[in-house]
């Protein structure tokens, strides 16, 4: 008796130890996380051979340092998630990484880069057409109104920044204290405000055609945009929030009536804003030639980090597969307001009625393929650019509270980013 | 005659010094080593590439008028921090000491913010003033101040700047009461007796036998002001707006783990230390001529 229930036990602890185990390391938060969980749960009773685990390792940039870190001391996960602007950092870490298209490749998955939505996949893949890293959380910029003050106030909802300005000064005359917000300055109104109006952010593609690529936001649209938000900041139009997303809690709280940023804060905003709202495009200036252009994604993907045993990468390669079914995309899609990545899943979510009752969800999708991306909006790939975002939102900052000319400051932001570029085009060539 | 103890043993001593010598080895001069080795190189994030660029990674420092403004707002928040933060300190010290009943309580009222982490105090002083939302703001907009430090740069600067004074001023509280208590009585009374009115008795008399505990304290706070209040501004300002709260400590840390330049940083680690040898060395040499034990 004895003797059966120990071979019993060396047998369950041998197939126990037969399952592989991926290390997957995300920054998705409270009930992002229970999705995540869940998606975890579904792959690892689907089959038996590998064990998906998890883990949450803080924001964006603390699980990219701490990945970095494991990376160093030798001991990196299979899967980290990366948020967009570390795409080119992780790009340039060859032998840090391995290309999800050879990942798929290798463990013979069924893999076609054009079932996915161009625009999320295009800003995750290489010039040659090879996927990088696997999108996975991906939303876009959108611009949210509160109905009740615009309906109390007799005004249309503004399409243009011309509309907004002329909506803006109405209200304030009529006594609001706050009128317009944003969220992420420099993902608002440097990266998508070019994509939108089809002007470059840098040079060589934004940065996709190779890191000696230059910043160009001192263009005059841009210095004119910049300019705009500093003398609305003057007079009062607009509230700057900070650089992150803290001008969310200003439009949910009904302090400001106007506000852009993610797509993805429509969550809390449906959750806790006591009036009616709607989010729409991002405005534009209409007197911008091919204006409205499409805009680009924010958010995450995934990456395979090197260095493993070829068993695990097939674990890995049979994830993506899992994360790219249909049902699993609809099903993350619909619960946490993140778009869809693939084409399939998008059209399964139409048919199932999803947007007919659910109109803010399709909006974000159809703003990133309003037309087909130009090489200015495609994406964008500029090295360190976590660095680089932050000089931008510095300059920014001078302006919005007056102490610098929009011109001079873009000039300044052009010039410390390219300090960057060129210090990470130095270290990528090694 | 000078009494003095001598160990006989030849390695007794070596050995009862090995754990501290171990503990400043491995954690100050082994990391300390490593960032001045790193400052001289250009590495990517990974580690993957590693090049000696002689001292390219200073001459970029000092070339970049945002690393000299860093300079300035360190000079600035380093003397506002150690200055109110000893003014505030003796003022409640010299009352407290005046005090006789409900002493202890006052004392240990005092004493109560020291136990605070920093990015406690921080994020505590961060919702205070928090813009639209925080109590003080609600009561300074009403006297029509226009109170929002996510953009105003002085006003970001005030509000760390006021975090850090509240959190070190029970440190400094506790040195300069037993400071103010260890002054014998008679000399006071017997200046009293002269007719030396309070203010008199303090400036000279007090404050001048005061002054090691003053001069320990001033080396203290600045050394505070330097390192420690990263936790208050990473729970506030994170440096900004602009650059107005970019500390030289934080923007090693920013520049070293969020924008992955190690090579950049070591640079900036390797200057910050020079910068606190010189400040201490300077302040011993001169100041502490001054003081009288």
């Known amino acids: 008796m004895l003797i059966r229930t120990l071979a019993a036990f060396l047998l369950c602890s041998a197939s126990a130890h037969a399952q592989t185990e991926i290390q997957w390391w995300h920054s998705m938060g409270g009930a992002l996380g229970e999705r995540v969980n869940e998606l975890a749960g579904k792959f690892n009773a689907g089959q038996k051979d590998y064990k998906l685990v998890p883990v949450y390792k803080g924001q964006y940039p603390e699980s990219m340092t701490a990945a970095i870190a494991a990376f160093r001391a030798g001991n990196a996960p299979h899967i980290l998630q990366v948020f967009e602007v570390g795409t080119a950092t992780m790009m340039a870490a060859k032998g840090a990484i391995v290309p999800v298209a050879k990942v798929m490749a290798d463990a013979k998955e069924p893999f076609d880069p054009k079932a996915y939505l161009p625009t999320v996949a295009g800003y995750y893949t290489d010039l040659k057409g090879n996927m990088l890293s696997f999108p996975f959380n991906s939303s876009s910029a959108l611009f949210y109104t509160n109905d009740d003050v615009l309906k109390k106030a007799g005004i249309a909802a503004p399409k243009t920044w011309k509309e907004l300005v002329a909506a803006g000064e109405k209200l304030k005359a009529s006594g609001q204290q706050c009128v317009y917000t944003t969220a992420w300055p420099s993902w608002v109104h440097i990266e998508n405000f070019s994509a939108w109006h089809n002007v470059p952010i840098g040079t060589k593609q934004n940065g996709m055609g190779g890191f000696d690529t230059q910043f160009t936001i001192n263009s005059p649209l841009h210095v004119r945009h910049v300019a705009m938000l500093g003398d609305m900041a003057k007079k009062g139009l607009f509230t700057y929030a900070g650089r992150t997303n803290q001008g969310d809690a200003k439009f949910t709280s009904g302090e400001c009536p106007f506000f852009t940023g993610s797509a993805s804060a429509q969550a809390a905003i449906k959750k806790s804003a006591k009036f009616q709202w709607t989010a729409h495009f991002l405005p534009y200036h209409d007197d911008v030639k091919g204006a409205p252009q499409n805009s680009i994604i924010g958010g995450a993907s995934l990456w395979v980090m090197g260095g493993k045993k070829p068993v695990d990468y097939k674990g890995v390669a049979k994830f993506f597969a899992f994360l790219s079914q249909p049902e699993v995309q609809m099903d993350f899609h619909t619960s946490t307001g993140y778009v869809p990545i693939t084409l399939a899943a998008y059209e399964m979510t139409r048919k199932s009625g999803f947007y007919e009752k659910n109109p803010g969800a399709e909006i974000t999708i159809r703003e990133l393929t309003n037309k087909t991306p130009t090489a200015n909006s495609k994406g964008l790939r500029f090295g360190n650019f976590v660095q680089g975002r932050e000089v931008i939102e510095e300059e920014m900052e001078a302006v919005f509270a007056g102490r610098k000319e929009a011109k001079a400051a873009l000039d300044d932001a052009v010039k410390r980013g390219n300090e960057i570029l060129r210090k990470f085009e130095a270290t990528a060539r090694n | ?293």
């Not at chain 2, 000092?62 to 300035?72: I, N, T």
């Not at chain 2, 010299?94 to 009943?101: E, G, I, K, S």
């Not at chain 2, 900036?268 to 300077?282: K, N, P």
């Open chain 2, 1 to 293: 005659m000078e009494k003095r103890v001598v160990f006989r043993s030849a390695w007794l001593p070596y050995a009862l010094l090995a754990p501290q010598i171990a503990v400043t080895i491995v954690f100050f001069f082994l990391p300390a080593t490593q960032a001045a080795w790193y400052s001289f190189q250009l590495q990517d994030a990974f580690g993957l590439s590693t090049q000696f660029v002689g001292l390219q990674n200073f001459e970029a420092l000092f070339a970049s008028p945002q690393y000299l403004q860093s300079f300035r707002t360190t000079a600035i928040f380093s003397i506002l921090v150690a200055g109110c933060g000893i003014a505030i300190s003796l003022l409640l010290a010299t009352m407290a000491d005046r005090v006789l009943r409900g002493a202890l309580a006052y004392k240990t009222l005092l004493i109560w913010p020291y136990a605070v982490a920093p990015a406690v105090a921080g994020v505590l002083w961060a919702f205070m003033f928090a813009p639209s939302i925080g109590i003080v703001t609600y009561f300074l907009r009403r006297f029509g101040v226009d109170w929002n430090w996510i953009i105003h740069g002085d006003q970001a600067m005030l509000l760390i700047v006021v975090a850090s004074v509240w959190k070190q001023i029970s440190y400094n509280f506790l040195f300069f009461l037993a400071g103010l208590q260890s002054i014998p009585r008679s000399l006071i009374e017997a200046a009293a007796i002269d007719g030396a009115g309070p203010a008199r008795r303090f400036w000279t008399i007090v404050f001048p036998l005061l002054s090691p505990t003053t001069f320990f304290l001033l080396v203290v706070n600045i050394v505070y002001a330097f390192f420690d209040t990263f936790g208050v501004i990473d729970a506030t300002t994170q440096g900004g707006p602009a650059t107005d709260t970019q500390i030289l400590v934080y923007k090693v840390y920013y520049d070293g783990v969020k924008a992955a330049d190690l090579g950049g940083s070591s640079a900036q680690s390797v200057i910050l230390m020079f910068i606190v040898i010189v400040l201490t060395a300077l302040q011993f040499r001169f100041v502490e001529k001054k003081v009288q034990y």
